[in-house]
């Protein structure tokens, strides 16, 4: 599996000015208001398509307020082309695969892609599914199965 970059706490910094505002953190008094350094996004900028990938990446990770849910797809949509057309060639929407709700293989096939297309960084979580299933049957000596117990399932004649 390929080994995704880690993505620095100050990558904003690499990004262009547009990109958004770094507010340096303050001292004395209203420390306790902003005691570290923050980057507070321009998500029109950023999601107009004309970003850096630098600065896509640094607003999803590294912004000091939430992230507003539309920015993840749009993200994908506009930075990520070989992934988002895996995505829609599936007929599989952004919020499907975003809440595992395809094929774990498919899953990680599109987040590998997006992540590649995103200079390597880790933006998105990939599951290596032969890795995983190696280090099950190694941990637990095979695969578990699971069967319900008698007390869970009631027997024909018990119902």
Request: hydrophobic letters at 45%; charged letters at 20%.
């Amino acid at each position: 599996m390929t080994r995704f970059l880690d993505i620095p706490p100050d990558l904003y910094h690499r990004a262009e000015p547009a990109a958004g505002e770094i507010l340096p953190a303050l001292t004395g008094r209203l420390k306790s208001h902003r005691s570290i350094e923050q980057f507070a996004p321009d998500w029109d900028y950023v999601l107009s398509g004309r970003a850096s990938v630098t600065a896509v990446v640094a607003a999803l990770h590294c912004a000091s307020s939430d992230v507003p849910e539309h920015a993840w797809p749009t993200a994908m949509r506009l930075y990520c082309p070989i992934a988002w057309r895996l995505l829609t060639d599936a007929g599989v929407s952004f919020d499907e695969w975003d809440r595992g709700r395809c094929d774990a293989n498919f899953s990680g096939r599109v987040g590998s892609a997006a992540n590649a297309e995103l200079d390597g960084y880790a933006v998105f979580a990939v599951m290596d599914v032969p890795a995983a299933v190696t280090e099950i049957v190694t941990t637990l000596g095979g695969m578990p199965t699971f069967t319900p117990s008698n007390d869970a399932v009631a027997s024909p004649d018990k119902q």
